[in-house]
């Protein structure tokens, strides 16, 4: 404690209310900063009001992206208390992060006080169910040089956004179009780790399937087009004639929490989960022969969002009449039913912020 700097916000704003929030759209009051350089190491840990950020115009991650970041939520409990979802999770994927993207480790016990302060400090912003705080951690390169190396100089930052509900109802099926041309990630790429350059790749696929009345695609691997990787920025599940399936990590699809969640409660619950390369083909194939029974996706934001239809060349499968089906739907309420404290939490994923 005393390790960080608080300076308060004279000027805090009152959050919309609840059934105004969308997502990222607004922020809390203050923000966790603190910085790197070789020589003192992480230091200058402060709280600071919320407000832009003074940057170098020449700073390395504007140019050269050495930029990654986190996302997580808290959830305000029934009992009034705020938690969060395995959050060391999401620290030691950063820390991986970090070492993909040649940047030093953070100083993951101080930016962690620094979440929890920060939760702290803004609690007036925190909504009530069913809308959660997302939290953004993020560190950028600053150095103010051209030249294409690993930065120097560090920022490390936490924002917080109260948001609503990802989609309106969190069952509902969306659409996905297979994307045969574009690719988001490569075999010795940097697909693994939570970086914007990822996200900067995958807009013209998406482009290309909003326009065609698809909210995602479905990313097949970089190399043989033939594998799948993710669905948009979640990780993919398919039920295939009764046994859970998803694509087995290949440094290029994000490990996603949600995704190791799900497969470790399915497991709970007595369900078979494989890990393994999943072929489009292959899942066409179970299609056509009435055997893929549901298709689902996982990420933090919608958490478990079943796949209606998935769009592949000219077919366009119909996966359980367009409904979740009953593995996605137990997922769902039993994931969100730990999240939201209303069920038990037999891994003990769940930690109160105090
Ligand atoms: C964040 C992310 C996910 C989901 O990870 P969660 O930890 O479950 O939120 C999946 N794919 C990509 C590309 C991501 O960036």
Request: proline share 6%; aromatic share 10%; hydrophobic share 40%.
């Amino acid at each position: 404690m005393g390790r960080i700097r608080i300076e308060r916000n004279p000027n805090p704003q009152t959050m919309p209310p609840s059934n105004q929030l969308g997502f990222g759209q607004v922020f809390s009051n203050h923000m966790f900063l603190m910085n790197y350089n070789p020589k003192e190491g992480w230091h200058d840990a402060r709280i600071v009001p919320y407000g832009p950020l003074s940057i170098d115009p020449a700073a390395i991650f504007i140019h050269y992206s050495q930029a990654i970041f986190e996302g997580l939520k808290a959830y305000k409990h029934d009992d009034g208390k705020t938690y969060l979802f395995r959050p060391d999770q999401n620290f030691a994927r950063m820390l991986n992060s970090c070492d993909i993207l040649e940047m030093p480790h953070f100083d993951r016990d101080l930016a962690y006080e620094g979440l929890l302060e920060l939760l702290k400090i803004d609690a007036d912003c925190m909504p009530d169910a069913p809308c959660t705080m997302y939290i953004r951690p993020f560190m950028i390169g600053i150095d103010p040089i051209l030249g294409v190396k690993s930065s120097q100089t560090y920022l490390f930052c936490i924002i917080l956004s109260p948001s609503g509900a990802y989609s309106g109802n969190g069952l509902e099926p969306i659409k996905i179009a297979v994307e045969n041309h574009y690719v988001r990630a490569v075999r010795g790429g940097i697909g693994e780790a939570k970086t914007g350059g990822n996200y900067a790749a995958s807009l013209r696929a998406y482009y290309g399937a909003h326009d065609q009345g698809y909210s995602q695609v479905l990313w097949l691997d970089g190399v043989e087009h033939k594998y799948v990787d993710e669905c948009g920025a979640m990780n993919v599940f398919f039920v295939i004639d009764g046994e859970v399936v998803t694509p087995e990590l290949n440094g290029c699809i994000l490990p996603g929490i949600t995704r190791k969640s799900s497969i470790e409660l399915l497991r709970h619950l007595g369900y078979k989960v494989t890990e393994r390369k999943v072929a489009i083909e292959e899942v066409a194939q179970a299609w056509r022969e009435g055997k893929l029974n549901e298709c689902f996706a996982t990420g933090t934001a919608a958490v478990v969002n079943p796949i209606g239809e998935l769009a592949y060349h000219d077919e366009k499968m119909v996966i359980n009449n367009f409904t979740a089906g009953p593995i996605t739907t137990v997922l769902y309420n039993t994931l969100t039913g730990i999240q939201w404290g209303h069920g038990e939490d037999p891994f003990h994923w769940v930690v109160e912020v105090k």
